[in-house]
């Protein structure tokens, strides 16, 4: 008789698209939440906490992957055991459920609902380098106010969140833009006009909803690709870095220098970049409706301090989620780092928002102007550690080593000082037979302090304590006159533990 086969042990391995995050990671980005609430909670703003699950009726149509309709989001079905046979999904960002949310509770709500939210999102895509399935995000928005008072308010925030962070004023800027100038453009390129080409026929371009989605998407290459690529995007194509061609949206090359004239309308300042929108889409109510829009914006945040060293109009930005329908806006970090092949580039985009007076209607029916931004947090933790802002690695606990397993009552003792003294310490756990792994185990853990009393200290009633972070340095720089001159072990009487332990943190730390 065959034996039955043993089932096979998983693999432990991390599911393609998502990553661990250990220790130092983890307390950052704690620390980076924390502040981020701070700033938003100074606004006024207060915390919803909804559900990461949503119904995928609930997340509606407005999914992140634009080239996979419904399929960007991390979905499955109830069994009809559990209820109705309902499609459930992860949430693909927090705007989506505070639309839910406002519509389910908005006769408890106040009005405006000014809410912030902060957690992890999933999305189903392709992932690629840096590109993760979950990510966190840090959202802020204004529900119920048509006010650009509220849209200024968000971009006001946003700068000083970002300074706040770490990011100094110069390395930073918010670019502000308005979908209704966007949506004056495909006015007039939609209207009924007609265009001869080189071979003197007479031609259009075929408009619809697709077409339209085609320019935008093509707008929002334009960091990217430049002008000259765009305009290869929007007529007959281009070919891309990899040698790959990309098909163009079919565009006439007059249509073209349209779109093109409203991406290049950034002026050497706010006044000249209206004063450039309006001539370039003044045949669209629309578009003149949202220039006016960027304008208020501008007075109402120059009225508070925040000039074009802070917050600028850009017509280049587009920002790429369909439910946007008035300003638009994104945190740009302008300082210089290296690509993984050493030529220098600009670091980007940590965080956008906008206007989207549409999306709590698909449940109410009823309009309800709102806007909002969202920060990327893994991003700006990236960003403020290529500035040296925050170290990649934190220390750990002060390590009280155990020379005598009979006595762990003392070194309990020990790390409840320190601890009480608000120190982070532990006592070593493992075998303490090996004094050298003690050792180990401490660096490993980037411990910046050892603890050390065996039988003799004991005796004496002193305690050694060995500064790690300065042995290592002298261990790997200092000749051996240096290192006599520069202990790094300390004996102390064992009621000065604290006291020594804090002067050593704070020589440390300085």
């Known amino acids: 008789m065959a034996k039955p086969k043993k089932t096979p042990r998983p693999k432990a391995e991390t599911p393609k698209g998502f990553r661990d995050y250990f220790g130092a990671e983890v307390t950052q980005r704690t620390e980076m939440l924390r502040t981020i609430a701070g700033v938003y909670h100074r606004y006024g703003f207060e915390a919803l906490e909804s559900s990461a699950v949503e119904t995928v009726e609930a997340l509606g149509k407005f999914l992140p992957d634009v080239d996979r309709p419904n399929e960007g989001v991390f979905a ?10 309902d499609w459930m999904a992860l949430r693909y960002d927090l705007t989506a459920p505070l639309a839910r949310v406002y519509a389910q509770h908005r006769n408890d709500l106040p009005t405006p609902y ?55 004023r110069g390395d930073y800027v918010v670019r502000v833009n308005n ?30 909803k697709h077409m339209e989605d085609a320019i935008l998407r093509t707008a929002d290459k334009f960091d990217k690709v430049g002008e000259a690529g765009v305009r290869e995007l929007l007529t007959t194509g281009r070919k891309d870095a990899s040698g790959a061609f990309i098909e163009g949206v ?5 249509q073209s220098d349209l779109v093109v004239r409203f991406l290049t309308s950034k002026g050497a300042d706010n006044a000249e970049t209206l004063a450039n929108l309006r001539d370039a889409i003044c045949g669209s109510n629309i578009g003149l409706q949202g220039i006016d829009e960027l304008e208020e914006i501008v007075d109402l945040l120059a009225a508070v301090g925040y000039g074009p060293d802070r917050i600028v109009i850009d017509p280049s930005v587009v920002r790429g989620l369909g439910y946007y329908t008035g300003p638009v806006f994104e945190a740009e970090l302008t300082f210089e780092i290296f690509d993984e092949k050493g030529r220098k580039r600009q670091f980007g985009s940590v965080a956008g928002g906008g206007r989207y007076d549409d999306l709590v209607a698909r449940f109410t029916g009823q309009t309800v102007p709102s806007v909002g931004v969202s920060i990327g947090v893994d991003r700006l933790l990236a960003a403020l550690r290529e500035k040296g802002r925050i170290q990649a ?26 601890r009480n003294a608000g120190i982070r310490a532990e006592v070593y756990l493992g075998n303490p037979k090996n004094f050298g792994n003690q050792l180990k185990y401490a660096d490993k853990r980037n411990s910046p302090i050892a603890v050390i009393q065996g039988g003799d200290e004991k005796a004496k009633d002193v305690v050694q304590i060995k500064d790690l972070i300065l042995g290592a340095q002298i261990a790997a720089n200092a000749t051996l006159e240096e290192w006599k001159e520069r202990p790094s072990q300390y004996e102390v009487a064992r009621s000065d533990l604290v006291a020594k332990v ?9």
Request: glycine residues 10%; contains cysteine.
């Open 502 to 510: 804090r002067e050593i943190l704070a020589e440390q730390a300085g």
């Open 76 to 85: 499955w079905q109830e069994s009809e055991d559990d209820g109705a046979g």
């Open 179 to 208: 979908r209704k100038v966007l949506n004056g453009v495909l006015e007039i390129l939609g209207g009924p006009f007609q265009i001869e080409d080189e071979d003197d026929r007479i031609m259009s371009a075929v408009w619809d």
């Open 250 to 254: 079919g565009l006439t090359a007059q």
């Open 114 to 168: 000014r809410r912030y939210a902060m957690g992890p999102v999933w999305r189903n895509e392709k992932p690629g380098p840096g590109r993760y399935r979950q990510f966190y995000q840090c959202d802020a928005d204004t529900v119920g106010s048509a006010s650009m008072a509220a849209d200024a308010e968000i971009c006001a925030m946003l700068s000083d969140t970002l300074e706040t962070v770490g990011i100094p």
């Open 393 to 418: 690695v934190e220390h750990g606990p002060v390590v009280v080593t155990v020379m005598d397993r009979d006595r762990m009552a003392d070194y309990q003792a020990m790390v409840a000082e320190l």
